[in-house]
């Protein structure tokens, strides 16, 4: 897919995939911030942010990421 484009993605286009589920024994948490994905100069460009979350006064800092898929026209 050719990104002619700088920006916010195109949700028209792109969809980002929420998920908090167990991947090789890891919990692993996406997100569909817009914050941590963008397009600049035809690149698409991913940003892990640190994001801190307090649990059962348990202090853990998660690391979220994101899952994009291309949905072809």
Request: hydrophobic share 40%; charged share 30%; net charge positive.
């Amino acid at each position: 897919m050719n990104l002619t484009y700088s920006g916010k993605l195109d949700t028209n286009k792109w969809n980002f995939e929420v998920r908090n589920q167990w991947y090789n024994n890891e919990l692993q948490a996406t997100t569909n911030l817009q914050e941590n994905a963008k397009v600049e100069d035809g690149v698409l460009k991913i940003t892990a942010l640190k994001r801190v979350k307090v649990e059962k006064n348990i202090l853990q800092l998660e690391l979220e990421l994101i899952k994009l898929i291309i949905y072809k026209d």
